[in-house]
């Protein structure tokens, strides 16, 4: 695996590298952000295996009309709410 520095430009610190990225408008950073995060993850084959089940499990569920697609809107406002219960808010 090579070393952090050969993987841009020699010339280029990690701080002015993050300078330029944080430069980058929101969805960019986002993107770029996704990326590095999942270059970090190393899912066994019984992970996505998994997933990869679980995936399809939820596709026939929603093709066979056994549980109804939420609006995001809908989903995000549900997750928010549960969190700031968890948190005792």
Do not use: F
Not at 26 to 54: F, N, T
């Amino acid at each position: 695996m090579p070393l952090a520095s050969e993987c841009y430009a020699p010339r280029m610190s990690t701080e002015e590298l993050l300078a330029q990225v944080l430069r980058l408008p929101r969805g960019e950073r986002a993107r770029l952000a996704e990326q590095v995060l999942s270059s970090l993850e190393e899912p066994e084959g019984d992970v996505a295996a998994a997933w990869a089940d679980e995936l399809q499990r939820r596709s026939r569920e929603l093709a066979d009309g056994t549980v109804a697609p939420i609006p995001m809107e809908t989903a995000r406002a549900e997750i928010l709410a549960e969190l700031k219960q968890r948190r005792g808010g």
